[in-house]
């Protein structure tokens, strides 16, 4: 089944998904449908819901006379009269809640595939949060096994293989690994229900983070039992593509409503919060009035409806690059969830998600509270401004900040500063920590909104982050005349845009590229209208753009080929296997099955050389996956091309 | 016309008022009605949205020859075909957005009677954010004049006579004054479309501070230009009752969807990341494709399910007592009403905001961020704590938060200390400052949901709460053994139950209240199941009985003749005329027309006295209005009475 990625905010994506029954776009939710009591009819649900996937159980089929011999003679389509993606459940959780289940673990893995599952599961151990590590270790091994054992019995159908391990990391981590090497087409992280019944989102999202980091990157990953929208957008975030969602039925037969920020029970509500067609053509009291089994139907309704709107917003913030401002929004709406926030701050997790989170967004970053300074992509940036960003000079003036720029509003007091020293570096004192004048239009830095005054944690870490940066420098405060008398003077004639040029040059590419790049003479022409640079010229070619909207550059091939030259390899690189290279040569994207290797410092959409396996430049493009994905995935693109050589 | 508060938190209120065209539930949306260009027609906006008020403008209609004639033949209502509430605008924007308008301003008042209206304008003089406060003060001098002689005209209509001043809170809070004074029957806050065009939310949420300040309680206010969702829940929680929406026809002209965090381009959008009932009908390409007339009325639609909807939500809010809750989630939603969040930590606006705000909620406080700790009512909480609590020693040990209630956890180490030092005072470092250990079921303290960690901001401001609370205290931490060799031992047995009523008792009915109350012999019934305080005697008598819900008392009539033998006069009394006293006698409960004065100290669900105007106690009930309010309403109830004097 072939499963890429169209399109990606924090460690979360769009991908699109291929079944024999139809194209199924990720993040997605799988209603659970139960053949034995349909509160919703799978016709239904697509029709009202745009349902794609849906999910029942091959356990409850198989045990139940005229279901087994209907599903065998015309397929669990024809079965639940549903034409799109079926996936099926194997028995493991009823296994869990009824104790042994008496199914075969390889015939049920048969059945599913003989009665024409799209993904079938294969029957594994279901590991409970309270068990002893050693349990929980057994239960993986036996897991393990049965995988392997499925495998040959698999045929047409896509196997899913759940990750294990109760709440170990190291366990969840191993058995994601052991899986990943298995033929398998979909993994499901099994063993969570009990977590999230009892609100333990810090287990939850530890739980996420190490099976995410054992599994590859390029198969779906399922959070087996999360129905609930409250979980979706900071799973999403994390890496996971499919919800399966009982619970619109399951509360519904309870009286509750589903919302994003939790479960309410209709009988305390009085104003309907919601404008769903249900609750759009009832008020409160209309569904009270109701007849029980019709006010049931209209409260899974409801709740499938809230349960795919949260879909579509993190969809719509993946698309927009704001997948984490509505994750800390969602945040808010549970002290538990916004407490498993914490786990994401540990050093280890922070660069796991920093891996896969895009250089840039097409919408600004908005400061949402004291999440935001310890987002991913913040830590990103100061990783490369420690590593790649040299000061102008040992001797700096600071300013608060300004207007977005940065230093917006302080060119008078700039010019006088400079004019006394013309080498001393400008630092902004910002929400997002220092920030070097060379620096202030790139993104983040200029397409990031604060409020004037943020809280007291982002400030203290803005001002950790100022001073670690200024450890060795003699920094002065902006004070009028008082700080001039303070400055050494300088000698040296600076220019400007080339400072400006090679510090954005060295966080995009890497310390010192600035300065291979601009190892000529420099032309630089400028928007008439903002006075920003446009495009670099050196030696009269064309090497850099600069885009308005990110403040980032665009490498020109001529670029591409001064990089290529003096960058050892495998610096800024990706490599195509020989297969691909005539294709690349006529101008096409890389596809990422023909990635034989890749620059592991490169990060999705950050610009690249591409090159064959003696190293031999062919174009310059723009990552869309990183390293792991690029070598994971067989399908998609894994660069988009921009000039080749010619 | 009637306008009284049914249900209420934060400052925000449920009302009903009562027009000659039916009853309007506020908080509510007025959509703009254009005579001349209808997107919608106020019938279908009956249908769809349960549209109870709009707002249509008398200018127009008056200036447009053939409207002139019908709007006074047949009225406005048949005019635009709408038998709800209609309210008239009189033309002051006109005279903003195109300069001077040629219309009298007491012709057009007189225009307004004539032709129905059930809220009629008047024609004042639009403050700009830009004035000087010169012009500002001479602008809300015609305005007043014009509103001291527009009333004569009003006859049966309702008058609205907008609040000006710019952004001056002195002004804002003088005209406000000034129109109190006039017999006026609706307070719209005016001028305030220029602030929220530019994202201004600072000065509005002063503006609308300032103006409430000086307005009385007992009218309806309405943010006159305010149409989009964002800043719904915070206005209303300031104390706005109406809205009215331009927003979702223009909005839709310019084929921009409406959502509560803000509007986006309808061609930016992939997904669909709502589920009213435009968006489950339509795909984003399906709404593109539409004919441009059809999609400008389904983004319409679109725009108003979803400013509806966040009305509705203010209301489920307002009944769950989690507006603050909703306020502070949609300010993460954008920096600059974040930002605005900050004045609501002034403490004048923060002892305003307390005098609204309820003594107890329905629902457990839940932390959202580092706005938290800064609400109206945890500011009470530590302005009672501080004025009316004494701890029972100046030796304290202090504990870490435990499970809720605050102490659970720490039952073995407390007998521990208590067997060394029976009098010592028991504190839990709490993220909500100190925590006596006999406040600990008290709402909000056991009524709260925090994270395990949670922002350096609110950590600072409980340390410096419990080291304000504890700075003439000898404080020792809670470590083991070497604790308890540090304690001086007492001598004197306590009575935990009597020191925790008598605790619950200060906090809620003031400073010495327990030990009046427990004046006698004391008999406790507790719950066998839990072993709380469930109803509490002295002499025989049952005085109190604490609630299991919030851990507050409910003040029984025996109670309450305790308290008003020994606590004087005014405190914890609401005075009733004499009019009214045969109806208290018969358990009636007390309606705001008849208070005639009334403790200042008494809050929106505290208990209270009902006393005769001779101060002769009648019955003990709870308040649900403050002394501004029950002076101020003529309608609705002051005191819900529990149990009167036999």
């Known amino acids: 089944m072939k499963f890429e990625i169209k399109e990606r905010d924090a460690a979360g994506r769009i991908c699109r998904f291929t079944t024999p029954h139809g194209t199924v776009t990720t993040p997605n939710l799988m209603p659970v449908i139960n053949p034995n009591k349909l509160l919703i009819t799978p016709q239904e649900m697509r029709n009202w819901f745009h349902t794609e996937i849906l999910i029942t159980n091959s356990y409850i089929i198989n045990k139940h006379e005229r279901l087994h011999k209907e599903a065998l003679s015309k397929g669990v389509h024809k079965l639940i009269k549903f034409d799109g993606a079926i996936m099926t459940d194997s028995g493991t959780f009823q296994s869990y809640v009824y104790g042994d289940v ?21 029957l594994d151990v279901f590991g409970t949060p309270d068990q002893t590590k050693a349990a929980a270790r057994q239960g993986i091994g036996e ?66 983070l190490a099976s995410k980091k054992g599994l590859t990157p390029a198969k779906p990953v399922h959070l087996f039992g999360a129905g609930h929208p409250l979980i979706f957008p900071l799973a999403v975030a994390l890496g996971c593509d499919f919800f399966d969602s009982s619970a619109y039925a399951k509360y519904a037969q309870d009286e509750r409503m589903i919302f994003y920020w939790g479960t309410e029970k209709l009988e305390d ?52 690059g ?33 891996y896969y989170e895009p250089v840039s967004k097409p919408t600004a970053l908005f400061y949402t509270g004291s999440q935001t300074i310890h987002r991913p992509g913040v830590y990103r940036l100061h990783t490369r401004l420690f590593k790649r960003f040299r ?36 630092l902004i004192d910002s929400h997002l920590g220092p920030v070097p004048l060379e620096l202030d239009e790139m993104y983040p830095y200029a397409q990031s909104v604060f409020p004037k005054i943020s809280d ?18 003699d920094v ?13 003077t300088s000698e040296k004639e600076v220019d400007r845009d080339a400072q400006r040029i090679s510090a954005v040059c060295d966080m995009q590419f890497g310390r010192g590229c600035g300065d291979v790049l601009l190892g000529g003479d420099i032309a630089v022409v ?121």
Request: glycine share 4%; net charge positive; hydrophobic share 40%.
């Open 476 to 488: 002065l405060s902006w004070k009028g005349n008082s700080t001039l008398t303070k400055l050494k």
């Open 322 to 354: 704001t997948l984490w401002e509505l994750v800390e929004r969602r945040a808010t709406c549970n002290p538990y969830l916004l407490e498993a926030m914490n786990v994401l701050r540990i050093e280890d997790h922070k660069s796991f998600l920093e």
């Open 526 to 646: 400028k928007s008439k209208k903002t006075d920003k640079i446009r495009n670099v010229y050196c030696n009269g070619r064309h090497i850099l753009s600069m885009r308005a909207s990110d403040g980032l550059f665009t490498l020109k091939l001529d670029g591409a080929k001064i990089l290529h030259k003096k960058i050892p390899f495998p610096l800024l690189r990706v490599v195509v296997h020989d297969d691909a290279v005539p294709f690349i040569k006529e101008g096409k994207s890389v596809f990422a099955k023909f990635v034989t290797d890749c620059d592991e410092e490169l990060r999705p959409l950050d610009e690249c050389l591409i090159v064959d396996i003696k190293d031999q430049l062919l174009a310059v493009g723009r990552c869309l996956l990183n390293k792991t994905e690029m070598l994971s995935f067989s399908f998609g693109m894994a660069v988009k091309t921009r000039e080749k050589i010619t």
């Open 456 to 473: 007291i944690e982002t400030e203290d870490a803005a001002t950790a982050l100022f001073d670690s940066f200024t450890k060795n420098m």
């Open 269 to 320: 509500m009085s104003a309907l919060p919601c404008s769903c067609p249900v609750c759009s053509n009832h008020t409160a009291a209309e569904l009270k009035e109701l007849e029980r089994k019709e006010r049931i139907v209209e409260l899974a309704k409801h709740n499938l409806y809230v349960s795919y709107e949260e879909i579509n917003k993190i969809k719509h913030a993946i698309s927009t």
């Open 143 to 208: 897991t393990v096994k049965r995988a392997k054992a499925s495998v040959s019995l698999k045929g047409e159908m896509a196997l899913a293989c759940p990750i294990q391990g109760s709440i170990y990391p190291e366990l969840r981590q191993r058995c994601a690994q052991q899986v990943s090497n298995i033929d398998a087409d979909f993994f499901p992280i099994g063993g969570v229900v009990p977590l999230m019944e009892n609100q333990r989102y810090t287990d939850l999202v530890k739980v996420i």
């Open 391 to 426: 000061p102008s000079s040992n001797q700096a003036v600071a300013f608060p900040e300004g207007k977005k720029p940065y230093s917006a509003g302080y060119e008078e007091q700039i010019k006088k500063i400079r004019k006394k020293n013309t080498q001393i570096a400008i």
């Open 102 to 122: 008496a199914v075969d673990p390889l015939e049920i893995v048969a059945f599913q595939r003989d009665i024409g599952s799209d993904i079938g599961t294969i």
